[in-house]
């Protein structure tokens, strides 16, 4: 019956190994859990997907990325085998068809995936419970089991939580990994409470993959020889069309670009892959390689989990992995096919002792923070360690992989350069060492924590903690000589000037740094205008906005994230070199006028910045340095991290977000489709709409209030915790600055095109930025989503992004006491209300003559006669208040598909409650809570804006 199965559903013969027959065998008997070590490509999945295609009911899947996820459920689909995934980024109206599916009597589903963080999440706990309950579940899975332990390189958090999950399911688990020491075995099975499992552990040897170490340093050209290298591998030296391709591992970003370009001039198609890309060009960079156009990927270690391609013949690490497991994994990649295949390090002691630092900073910060040790601790460095004496050592390469692994050490047979070449390595090992002597005799500087010289970071902007790999740094690590550096900006410019002939005299272009901050930093799309001129102007326009912002008390480090917003703004509208530079020098002179206190000081009829532009002079070393070329500890590294903005926002803990965003100004004016097309940089929301102020300022001559975001901000920390919100509104400040003005606007709202208004971002961004009908993504969950992101070790940006956030708690009490509160029934009122509506005009706002000035006054003094019972009407503020109060636990509770939507539907509401007639506080809040409860009494889950299309009937 199995191999019938085998057969007819998954289209095999045989099984692959014994072991695989083995592991099936046992699975399907559901007497024992199971427990599975095999080699990366050994067919693991098959082992519960098989079972779970033979079994009653339903085999739950846990598994760590949405990416790896969605690999295996377009698999399974292929083969007509019911399987899905519920995830943040599924469509709501498949998540809806998938939920009826498990709601009914007999599911069709076989397998359903799922990440950890969506596991403990209380939204899906409902299903969970439900199926659990009518026994409809067959199997736990816990797919790359060694993210369970907190000795795993790949330690998840949220993993820990599905040894309770397992428990309380009572079904057999099977827990599959592809790299487990004996220590993260046991702990394995410890943490998931497998009970006496059976153990399937196979040899980690793998005999088509030969291993060898390159010492950096001593080559005379390192990207010469790696080219070599892959040519041999992909067997292109004799046969230039072979089918072959090949991965080259990075840390940093910065890396991964300079090499891909390398490796393309010398002659081979290779890419670079990063979390820095675009999603949209991530994934096109990965189909172009798994397509075969492009042979080369050059990649972040956030490229390759759950990248099945049989066809890798190499893979080579540019940089040191971060630890033996993590190697084997990698490196495991290749030769999937059982062909010959080969991995290689290109090892330099630099990479060692900066990765080194990193990880013990790492691991201090962490003991600081939790103010203990923690044996885990020492694995991270123990097995950093043991990635180095693989490197280092005169032996067999596949015996130090077997050994660490538990395992006897194999019969290699030549597949390693130590055992093929034992003088070889001996000899390069020399040469290294002595070149190591001679470099630290003649190196002065000063040694510093761990022996770690800080000169070698050569500064950069962000900080660096050892979890993230993938972070794009200036000279660290990838290429660390600055003379290399230089050598490829000289090849650069002369390729250009080579272009320059043939492209009309088009001018040398050198690429940014890494550390560089600008938006679309190396876009050419201004003829003539060089990053260096960007960055400068950037410099002036921060130095602009830092001394604009510095009655907000806003930090350097924010005036510098809306600097790049304005100043890319500014670059993509300018067509020429000059009329840019106009732009910026205009926004800084308008900028530094408004800027109370400080004068422009002229030299020579022109000011500094003005002469300054004109003579391309660098950016002024003095503070902007520091934050440019100090070394920011770990702990800032989140805060530093670019963040998408727009419809969620990543990392955030805080259920209230969206109650905070509602009241946050849309971004509008000049340039607000390009905010929206494209994620910004290191801005926070409120960052971004000063920028936006910012850039509207040029078209008026308003002076914008910095101070009113912090006033929303506290708003909303209200609306929160359900205090009186107005308290900060100030009665006598009647004045609605810009930003207000045109959250008040209810134009966007009134469209009915259906196109979404000012601050909505286009669905695109939206899904870029991880809108998501669960509710915003992030690493960890909860409450304690900070801790446990600190507690991630070496997960990549990648990896950030696909994890799912377990979901906002429910209705809090203080809601549930205001929703009390509020039981004032609608009925007589509400013809009341309606009766009056048409004779009563709305409150007034005023625009001044012209629009020359943006900002309006608002008058909230009641213009039809006060209700006796209702002295002070409502304002729209308040109701807004009221409307988010109310509307937040449906939002929490999932009941809208995006936070957008409910953004939208608070101020369409907020606005309709106001709208006609004043009203008193308890009738708002009654007529709130009724009009909410109606709509969600008809409309199970908010999808789009038409779902209330019919509310303003329905309030009549
Ligand atoms: N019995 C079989 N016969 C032939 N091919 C098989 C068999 N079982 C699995 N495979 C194929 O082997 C490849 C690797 O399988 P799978 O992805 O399950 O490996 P894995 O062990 O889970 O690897 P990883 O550790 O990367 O998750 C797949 O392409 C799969 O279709
Ligand atoms: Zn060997």
Known sequence: RLKETLKTHFGFENFRSKLQEDVVKAVVKRDRDVFVCMPTGAGKSLCYQLPAVLAQGITLVVSPLIALIQDQVDRLKSLNIPACSINSKLPVGERRLILADLGSSSPKLKLLYITPEMVASPSFQPCLTGLCSRGLLSYLAVDEAHCVSQWGHDFRPDYLKLGSLRARLGIPCLALTATAPKNVQDDIVKSLCLSSPLSFVSPVFRSNLHYDVIFREILPNPYVHLYAFIKKALGQENRPNSQGCGIVYCRTREGCESLAYQLTK???????????????????????????????????????????????????HWNLPKSLASYYQESGRAGRDGLPSWCRIYYSPKDKEQISFLIRKEVKRRQEKRGCEKDTDRAAITDFEAMVSFCVQEGCRHAAISRFFGNTAPSCAGACDFCRNPKAVRAQLERATALSTTTQAQSEAPKGAFGFQPDLYEGGKKGYGFERYDESESGRGEDDSTKRKKEFSELFRKQMGLRKAGDGGRQDFVPPDASCPLRDASSQKVPGLTVKAREHCLSLLQEALYGQQRAAETSRSDSLAAAVDVEHEVFVSSKSSNLYKAAILKKVSELKKTTPGVETTKVGGESRPERELRQEAPPSSSSVSEELLGFTPASELYSMKRKRVGAGQRGSSDPFQAARDLLGPPVCGPGSAE????????????????????????????????????RQQKLAEAAKTSHNISQYFPKEKQQWTLEEEEWLDPAPFHRSDGKEGGDQPSA??????????????????????????????????????????????????????????????????????????????PPKRSRSAGGSSRRVSFNPTPQVRALPQEPSPVTLKEAADVVVRYLDPFYTQGKFASKELFKAFARYLSHLLTEGRSRGRSQVRAQAKALINSFFSRVQRCESEADWKDLRRARS
């Open 266 to 316: 010398l002659g081979i198609l290779a890419k670079a892959y990063h979390a820095g890309l675009k999603a949209g060009d991530r994934t096109e960079v990965q189909n172009e390689w798994m397509q075969g156009k492009v042979l080369v990927i050059v990649a972040t270690i956030s490229f390759g989990m759950g990248v099945d391609k049989a066809t890798v013949r190499f893979v080579a």
């Open 675 to 710: 905010m929206k097309s494209t994620p910004p940089p290191p801005v926070t929301r409120g960052i971004q709409a000063r920028a936006s102020a910012v850039s509207a300022s040029s078209h008026s001559s308003s002076k914008v209030d910095w101070g009113l975001n912090r």
């Open 764 to 841: 695109p961004a939206a899904e870029a930025a991880g809108a998501s009908p669960m509710g915003s993504e992030g690493r960890g969950a909860g409450a304690g989503g900070g801790d446990s992101k600190a507690e991630v070790v070496m997960i990549s940006d990648d990896d950030a992004e696909e994890q799912t956030r377990a979901e906002p708690e429910s209705t809090t009490e203080q809601n549930k006491r205001e929703e009390e509160e509020a039981t004032a029934p609608l009925t007589s009122q509400t013809g009341d209300v309606e009766e009056k509506r048409d004779s009563s005009p």
